[in-house]
């Protein structure tokens, strides 16, 4: 049977389709194969084209944020470093160090192209590190024990009476120690290291890292101080927190590039997966700490009947408290008091009261319209210390500046927010407060800087975040933390003392891991608030009846307004213009009452500051209630002095006063009267202690067109700053000449550290010669500054300002690193070697690496210590010779020379030429001037020479500047001499000239 033609052209018509599907589908095959196999090639050629970076991981025993077990590392920091390298595509060379001598010797050498797990610090920025914008984590610092919150109760000072505390003597254990101890200062807590246990308070104690767990269970030790992850992983209870520590991963200074590409890295993270970071703690660190609530029987029964208390809170401060898009208040001071209601199993209830701001939140609780102040600082004061709550969250004032701005402190457009007082800018560095731009809020404050309107500002740093995160403001950089605060609540007067001490327990147990956890995400969710129009539609009928109430109220409500606004104004005069301490005017009065006198009354006047010394010794011994009755006693004085004119406490122990100028005479006598009656005072009133007193003295003359009121006190202030004696009360006036010291020291500090980076301290070498062979013998290496613009400096323009502030040990290991050069040179080409001293700081032999890095530094030149004399002055020997003693002995056995200099210049004493291994003493110039043979001085001369000769000990004069001198130091018997009779100090060119 014959098909028909349709069918037959159907037929065609597909099987031309199932060719043409077939074709296409060999041909994608093909192309896969083709993109697979390029793909592959890629992968390979980007594989071997990835950067490998050089990775330390710092390990230290109380972070637990690193893993290894044989070969394999792992934990918090690896994870991090392998979501990094999915967007920089870096390969890893790991190495993890755990000791200090270790890290500093990869620091100094730049052996690292990535560090993780290094602390901010503005000394390690300066000198070695580039930091990134941002943190890669934190570490809670904890002070934990065995003991349950039941057995050792600290939510009272009175309770830490005879309490030990371990702490680790390693950098990171010296770290956690200092905030601990500021942590109990604040608190009013006494903390000691004596050996002595400190009466009614911590005594802390060294222990070694590994041995402090069992201590704490045979019960040598009462807590440690640690980190939350420790304290965890060893099951111990968390008595107390005392604040976060950020780590970050750094770069060597200078490394621009690599630093960039973290940066974005970074970003990209925090950017994308905003719960990145909690998620990897919780995987590694658990959320709870073993924190037990134990309630008195007395407590049980008091939460059986529930109770409903009144909580103020303000809705500016966002993310601790503030109402959402629901209308409900939110926050982490407000998830503390949910907490107590959960704790309690609904016992405690709380109601929340919203308050205008800070100041009407106050007032509700003086006036007993609430119950508790929700939330404020521990520093600020209270009328007694059981009206306040333990602190429940710590956070940190930051700097925060204009990405693109480069200008100094000095120079920037500082914007606060209004109710900064010009203390607390003094406190955070600002000294000029005329020209901080004030602004309403922390927000607008920010936008200005965001914008380039300001350059910098200062704020929480968690406040901070929220609103940098809300507005989305990329032009912001955290620089620094300045310092921190702690929040607690504040309790009526009238509240029951059980359920004051029921709400201390449950905020005491409150995990502040979580409450970390739960503020990044407040700060990173989009609190967007309706609109006018939004809210307008949703709630239309009760807009309407609020502005149909509204508009019959007004009347009453206008006149309500007025009258609160009248004792608000009151309260802000009492804030603004009255010391709370001392009852008098405030400095921001004094400032007032200063310019007003001098446009009312042209004269001279004498400005007198005041300052007590070792203060912070009275309030730590003795508490600050007693530094409270100091400081009024000084008041008092200060009061009698001005005679009526302006006087105020500016901050802490510091007053000023403004007197009528009667002649420098009459204002000592004046002076001497007054102290002698305010020590008999003092005596009667605080026998336990003395009280010494530091006066400045300013004469001004109004007359001079001098208004500046902070300049004229700062004057004051200088004149008291420059008294060093703190044994007795001193006064000292001010002078151009201390003026111009001040300014000198000043430019010298800004410059030190430019100056070592770019080379400009250089070894000067004052040849030692054999007076009897008249020839070389050694040389002695001088620090010289080369400075670019003022040409060479004399050492006695800068030494003794290092000295002071200890810089003097990165300018004798500069000189040191030369020498050693030199000496490597004329090895390495053959030629003959000389013994060179150096000189060394009484700084050093208080530092335990400095016998490490000076072998160091020795043997990265491969120079033989018997060619280094390492020199000590007298002073140093006699001062210090317990501390020296050990050092000298340990120097000795691995090879260096030992010389005393100036030897006779000090209270010379007689053991140090046999009690320290001394191969060289050099003889003060003071100590060898000519005089006659017949006198007690010389026989003591040659009674040296002679013992030193007996012990082998090398004689070297200084100062011989004339024939004469010399053949006076050859009658002795002393024939190494160094002086201008030979040569004066040589640069490194002129000295190898004369070696050759």
Known sequence: MQMRPSRMIAEKFMAGIRLCLCTVLFLLLLSRGVLVARGADADRAQSEEKETVRVVLVDYADYGYVVTEGDSVSGYYMDYLEEIAKYTGWQYDIRVVSQDSELFRITAGKDFDLMVGIAYSRQNENRYFRYPCVAMGQKRMVLASAKTHAQLDMNDPSDYEGIKVGVVDTSYGRDMKEKFKSYCFTNGI????????????????????????????????????????????????????????????????????????????????KGLDRTFEDRLYEKYFQDNYRQELAFSEEELAYMETPRRLKVAFWDYCAPYSYVNDKGEWSGIAVEVFRQITEDTEGGIQFE????????????????????????????????????????????????????????????????????????????????????????????????MVNSGKADMTFALQKVADYYINYYQMNNIKELELTNDVAFCCVYGEGMDPVLREICNKCITCIDTASLDRMTTRYILQDHRKPTLWEYFKENRTAVLTGIVILVSLLAGYLAVMLFLMLRKSNRIYEMLYRDEITGGSSYLKFQEDAKKLTAREDGEYDVIFCDISSFKYINDMFGYEVGNQVICLVNEMMTEL?????????????????????????????????????????????????????????????????????????????????????????????????????????????????????????????????????????AEALVRWKHKTKGLISPGAFVPIFEDNGFIIEVDFCILEQVCTLLKERKDRGEKLYPISCNFSRC????????????????????????????????????????????????????????????????????????????????????????????????????IVNICHAHNIRIICEGVETLQQKEYVLSYGCRYIQGFLYSRPLDKETFLKMLS
């Open 190 to 269: 006494i903390c000691s290291e004596e050996e002595e246990e400190a009466a009614g308070g911590i005594r802390l104690v060294e222990v070694d890292s590994e041995e402090r767990f069992k201590m704490l269970e045979d019960g040598t030790l009462d807590a440690v101080i640690t980190t939350d992850s420790l304290a965890l992983e060893h099951g111990l209870y968390v008595l107390k927190d005392f604040g976060n520590s950020f780590f970050y991963a750094v770069a060597p200074k200078g490394d621009d590039h690599l630093m960039e590409e973290l940066e974005a890295a970074m970003s990209s993270i």
């Open 352 to 447: 929340f009261v919203g308050c205008e701001d800070s100041f009407e939140a106050n007032e509700a609780l003086a006036t007993g319209r609430v119950d508790i102040l929700g939330q404020t600082f521990t520093s600020v004061k209270a009328s007694s210390k059981r009206d306040r709550s333990n602190s429940f969250f710590t956070d940190y004032f930051s700097i925060y500046r204009n990405k693109t701005s480069n200008k100094s402190m000095e120079e920037c457009r500082i914007v606060v927010r209004k109710d900064v007082t010009d203390s607390m800018l003094q406190s955070l560095g600002v000294t000029d407060s005329t020209k901080v731009i004030r602004v309403e809020n922390v927000a607008e404050a920010l936008r």
């Open 642 to 778: 001005a005679e009526g004119y302006p006087m105020a406490r500016m901050y802490a122990d510091h007053f000023v006063g403004i007197r009528p100028y009667s002649g420098r005479e009459n204002l000592e006598a004046l002076l001497k009267e007054k102290l002698q009656s305010f020590n008999e005072m003092a005596s009667g009133a605080f026998p336990d202690f003395n009280i010494f007193l530091k006066f400045g003295i300013y004469t001004w003359d109004t007359r001079s067109g001098e208004t500046e009121i902070r300049k004229i006190v700062n004057r004051a202030n200088y004149a008291a700053g420059n008294i060093t004696n703190l044994s007795k009360s001193e006064y000292r006036f001010y002078t151009r000449e201390l003026h111009d010291k001040v300014l000198e020291r000043q430019v010298i500090e800004k410059d030190m550290h430019r100056a070592l980076e770019d080379g400009e301290f250089v070894a000067y070498f004052q040849p030692k010669y054999d007076a009897v062979k008249e020839e070389i013998i050694g």
């Open 844 to 943: 050093h032999f208080k530092r335990p690496d400095f016998v490490e890095r000076v072998t160091q530094t020795v043997e990265k030149y491969q120079v033989d210590p018997h060619y280094l004399e390492l020199e000590i002055t007298e002073t140093v020997a006699t001062s210090d010779f317990h501390v020296l003693i050990d050092t000298v002995h340990i120097l000795k056995q691995k090879g260096f020379g030992i010389s005393i200099d100036d030897f006779g210049s000090g209270y010379s004493c007689i053991q140090l030429l046999y009690k320290l291994p001394i191969d060289v003493l050099k003889i003060d110039r003071d100590f060898v001037e000519e005089q006659a043979d017949d006198t007690p001085e010389a026989d003591l001369n040659r009674s």
